[in-house]
Nanobody
Framework: QVQLVESGGGLVQPGGSMRLACQAS????????MAWYRQAPGKQRELVAR???????NYVDSVMGRFTISRDRAENMVYLQMNSLEPEDTAVYFC???????????WGQGTQVTVSS
């Protein structure tokens, strides 16, 4: 059974940095695509960053060059390093794991990120 637990959210000033962490259990990274999504109030959930089992990364245009997704295989952790944060980055951030063969997807509970002065 896949379980994802996010941590690291909170309040940060514009221009600041924050790192989100996702503790994953019940998965094997090489056959899962890991991703971070976010959902702002009144908006649809959107894909922020994705990391495939082979190491390929993709980012939504609005975070390109500011956010970095990475993983630690030994610790079964996925991270989202967020730099130069903007008020528009305020949202609940969700960790997602999708099995590359079955398509089965799992979600974490989400962590709130608020960018405000």
């Amino acid at each position: 059974q896949v379980q994802l637990v996010e941590s690291g959210g909170g309040l940060v000033q514009p221009g600041g940095s924050m790192r989100l962490a996702c503790q994953a259990s019940g998965i094997i990274f090489k056959i899962y695509t890991m991703a971070w999504y976010r959902q702002a109030p009144g908006k649809q959930r959107e894909l922020v960053a994705r990391l495939t089992g082979t190491g390929t990364t993709n980012y939504v245009d609005s975070v390109m060059g500011r956010f970095t997704i990475s993983r630690d295989r030994a610790e079964n952790m996925v991270y989202l390093q967020m730099n130069s944060l903007e008020p528009e980055d305020t949202a609940v951030y969700f960790c997602n794991a999708r099995h590359d063969f079955t398509g089965a997807a799992s979600w974490g509970q989400g962590t709130q990120v608020t960018v405000s002065s």
